[in-house]
């Protein structure tokens, strides 16, 4: 491999790297406060994706400021993360908490599957596409090879802002001090008078809202297809395994090195594309059944 190949597989590394980061660290603490694995979450990632694409495609069409469109982006994913992650969670999963995790799971992945057909049924099965924002922001040289600003600098700053963004707000504000009370001990901190319930909403709500900002900043840089969330729930999973379950930080290390070895598996071997994410999952499990940042948890029998 050629230096500049190697840089470019490195530069498309980073970048899917933060879009599968941003889904897989709501995933990761929605299941570290509320001990589900959501097989839906996909599907925000999805209709976030889609919903920002006809926000886009409309802001064009209307010949309104092009610029808008940074800020349709963030309002789609807002909104699917706010209006659909409240319904599910009031709607249906508040019933499910106490069930057994196997029943929790086919839920949700009743769900997934209820929302796969609602995407259809929206937005059809033609390809969305929607490079608007990704027009705007241009190309950079780096080191004599033109990449696409949206995902040099874009993507990875946006990526860089959620984790910080989560961090301050899990150690410095009250919502997320609550949070981290009911993710290490639920028991006691219903005990001590926390509401656990609206704990779990807010965390299912921005672990939506992530995975759909995930996807309306991913809108402008593939086309949109059915089954798009089943290929980023998968990954998503991939990457709470390899960082161990409730770590954020682990979390944007695990996307990083799943991120580059499927760039490299690229460039290199593109028959492995599709395996090294979970080559990858399997070999970090096989030395830390835990995963890398992960912790060996005391169950209570």
Request: glycine fraction near 10%; aromatic fraction near 8%; avoid cysteine.
């Given at each position: 491999?050629?230096p ?5 597989a490195?530069?498309?590394g980073i ?7 941003m889904v897989?660290?709501?995933?990761t603490m ?8 959501n097989?839906a979450?996909g ?6 994706a ?10 064009t069409?209307?010949?309104m400021n092009p ?11 807002v909104?699917?993360?706010?209006v659909?992650?409240t319904l599910?969670e ?17 839920v949700?992945f009743?769900?997934f599957?209820?929302?796969e ?8 099965v ?16 780096v080191?004599?090879i ?6 040099l600098?874009l993507l990875?700053t946006?990526?860089l802002?959620?984790?910080?963004g989560?961090?301050l707000f899990?150690r ?7 949070i981290?009370a009911v993710?290490e ?6 005990a001590l ?10 965390t299912f ?20 297809v ?5 290929d980023m729930?998968?990954?998503s ?8 379950l409730g ?14 070895g ?8 593109p028959e492995l ?10 070999i970090v499990?096989?030395?830390?059944p ?6 060996v948890e005391?169950?209570?029998i």
């Amino acid at each position: 491999m050629t230096p500049q190949l190697a840089l470019l597989a490195t530069l498309d590394g980073i970048a899917y790297a933060a879009l599968v980061f941003m889904v897989a660290v709501g995933l990761t603490m929605i299941f570290g406060v509320m001990r589900i694995l959501n097989v839906a979450h996909g599907s925000f990632y999805a209709i976030g994706a889609y919903s920002a694409a006809s926000i886009v495609l409309g802001l064009t069409a209307a010949g309104m400021n092009p610029w808008l469109v940074f800020p349709g982006l963030l309002l789609a994913a807002v909104g699917v993360g706010a209006v659909l992650g409240t319904l599910i969670e009031r709607l249906l999963l508040t019933r499910i908490y106490t069930k057994e995790p196997v029943l929790q799971l086919l839920v949700t992945f009743a769900v997934f599957m209820i929302l796969e057909d609602v995407q259809r049924l929206v937005w059809g099965v033609r390809p969305y596409f929607a490079a608007e924002p990704v027009y705007l922001l241009g190309n950079v040289q780096v080191v004599g090879i033109f990449y696409t600003a949206y995902q040099l600098i874009l993507l990875p700053t946006v990526a860089l802002l959620v984790l910080v963004g989560l961090r301050l707000f899990l150690r410095r504000t009250l919502s997320g001090r609550l949070i981290v009370a009911v993710t290490e001990d639920r028991e006691m901190a219903t005990a001590l008078g926390i509401n656990a319930g609206r704990v779990f909403l807010l965390t299912f709500v921005l672990g939506s809202t992530l995975a759909a900002l995930g996807g309306a900043l991913a809108s402008p840089t593939t086309s949109l297809v059915p089954g798009i969330g089943a290929d980023m729930i998968v990954l998503s999973f991939a990457v709470v395994a390899i960082a161990g379950l409730g770590q954020v930080e682990g979390a944007a290390i695990a996307a990083l090195m799943i991120g580059l070895g499927r760039s490299f598996a690229v460039y290199v071997m593109p028959e492995l594309e599709v395996v090294v994410p979970y080559l990858v999952m399997v070999i970090v499990l096989l030395i830390r059944p835990e995963g890398l940042f992960g912790v060996v948890e005391r169950r209570r029998i």
